[in-house]
């Protein structure tokens, strides 16, 4: 099995930071990627950072210059640190992550359970 767990969300005020961490384990071969997605209530989850595995970033109009996505490729961890945050940005946060499990298998798509994250006016 393969399992992702984030961390690190909570409350905070408008402008602060909030630093999510997210941790891949089990049966790991190769990370491809690795994002994280946002689902606010009553609204559709969307893609908010990615990090691919030559260290490439990508990020939702919505967060650019806010939020920065990083991993730590030794530890199978991505971050999403985020600044300036915005009470639009409370959500539930989702890490996904790319992977194969060993040389013959196929990338497939793992989520997180999700961590909340609350901005408060």
């Known amino acids: 099995q393969v399992t992702l767990k984030e961390s690190g969300g909570g409350l905070v005020q408008a402008g602060g930071s909030l630093r999510l961490s997210c941790t891949a384990s089990?049966?790991?071969?190769?990370?491809?990627?690795m994002y994280w997605y946002q689902q606010a209530p009553g609204k559709q989850r969307e893609l908010v950072a990615t990090?691919?595995?030559?260290?490439?970033?990508h990020y939702a109009d919505s967060v650019r210059g806010r939020f920065t996505i990083l991993r730590d490729n030794a530890e199978n961890t991505v971050h999403l640190q985020m600044r300036s945050l915005k009470p639009e940005d409370t959500a539930v946060y989702y890490c996904?992550?790319?992977?194969?499990?060993?040389?013959?298998?196929?990338?497939?798509?793992?989520w997180g359970q999700g961590t909340q994250v609350t901005v408060s006016s």
């Open positions: 089990g049966r790991i071969f190769s990370i491809n990627a």
């Open positions: 996904a992550a790319d992977l194969t499990r060993s040389t013959y298998d196929r990338s497939q798509r793992y």
């Open positions: 990090i691919v595995s030559g260290g490439s970033t």
